[in-house]
């Protein structure tokens, strides 16, 4: 190669590097919807680059990059009696992470108490956003035979919030139908395909970028203790804004509950499922396939909210994942 071709392919890959670490200074006034309108990018790319736990609050003279995909978690590769294991090395409250498995025996998964059977070499585990921090063990049965590994869990803090609710509001609140309502939801996200359906990160369900309540933050009603914290993330955007499905599923319920309002949920396989509460009008029934960018459903105010917005939850196993990060770089 001429020297000439070299040196401007040098200059073309130290410029690419600059750009795909371009930064940004948090200026007064700014917020983080401001700062991804200005970029072209999303609330939810420089909440996952940034590792901001809670992306609502930023602060002036903050460093932010606004360029280039989030690192890939760091694995640790074993090698088990029964074949080979691929885990993170750390692993966070409410996050999902995937566990992949090359072995000729039937596997199975214990982590924090549950059980997981592994179909195909892939497993989808999400670790509960309350489980307490700490290091702990992940053990592998196969063919008669256990191996266990440590996976330590990172605490996350994402705040808390205090709602107060009209009487008619507060009427919704009550235990047996609540607990009724989520065995359902869990139950339909425990089931559905046994094969993942989406091959790329998911896209945005709704175009807003306003994000009025985080994944994760712990929440008390009209005073009460904080025992409870938010199982998805919510977008304000007005009542009949369409609402898409952000990756291909298949709808496991499509109607009125009681808490969450009319919604939908979908299921995508590998034991995930997404949910969509407080919709003016669903679009979309029961066993029906859907394509990535399908309409489902309209933005409302059903059920237990205190005004029009998307409620979008990501569940693994039925347990509730932050939905931010499927939208960056799916699990
Ligand atoms: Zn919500």
């Known amino acids: ?3 000439m071709k070299r040196s401007w392919m040098a200059l073309t890959l130290a410029l690419g590097l600059v750009l795909a670490q371009s930064t940004y200074t948090v200026q007064p006034g700014d917020t983080l919807y401001s700062i ?5 990018t999303t609330v939810e790319a420089l909440q996952v680059l ?3 736990e809670d992306p609502t609050k930023i602060a002036v003279g903050q460093v932010l990059k606004v360029e280039g995909q989030p690192p890939a978690p760091a694995v640790q590769r074993l090698n088990a009696p029964f074949g080979a294991l691929e885990l993170p090395r750390e692993v966070s409250q409410g996050q999902t992470f995937r566990l992949r498995v090359r072995s000729g025996a039937q596997v199975t998964v214990r982590f924090l108490n549950q059980r997981y059977a592994v179909q195909g070499e892939s497993l989808l585990i999400a670790v509960p956003r309350l489980h307490p921090e700490g290091t702990y063990a992940i053990a592998f049965d196969a063919a008669g035979s256990s191996y266990s590994a440590r996976l330590p869990v990172r605490a996350v803090e994402k705040g808390r919030q205090a709602l107060t609710l009209s009487p008619d509001t507060a009427a919704l609140l009550q235990p047996d139908k609540i607990a009724a309502e989520l065995a359902r939801l869990t139950d339909l996200c425990k089931s559905g395909p046994a094969e993942q359906l989406w091959q790329s990160t998911w896209k945005k369900p709704v175009d807003s970028n306003r994000i009025t309540t985080i994944f994760g933050i712990r929440r008390s009603y009209n005073g009460g203790p904080y025992r409870s914290y938010h ?4 977008y304000g955007a007005p009542t009949g804004t369409p609402v898409f499905a952000p990756a291909p599923g298949v709808v496991a319920l499509a109607e009125a509950l009681f808490v969450r309002g009319n919604a939908v949920v979908l299921q995508h ?3 995930v499922c997404s949910g969509y509460w407080h919709l003016s009008r669903i679009a979309v029934k029961p066993g029906q396939q859907v394509k990535a960018g399908d309409l489902i459903g309209y933005v409302g105010s059903t059920g ?3 005004g029009p917005h998307l409620h979008f939850e990501v569940r693994v196993h039925g347990v509730p ?3 931010a990060a499927w939208l960056v770089r799916a699990p």
């Not at 199982?231 to 919510?234: I, P, Q, R, V």
Request: proline content about 8%.
């Open 1 to 3: 190669m001429d020297p």
């Open 36 to 40: 991804a309108k200005r970029f072209g």
């Open 50 to 52: 940034n590792g901001l």
């Open 231 to 234: 199982e998805g993330l919510d």
């Open 269 to 271: 396989g590998l034991g």
């Open 304 to 306: 237990l909210s205190t």
């Open 321 to 323: 994942t932050d939905p």
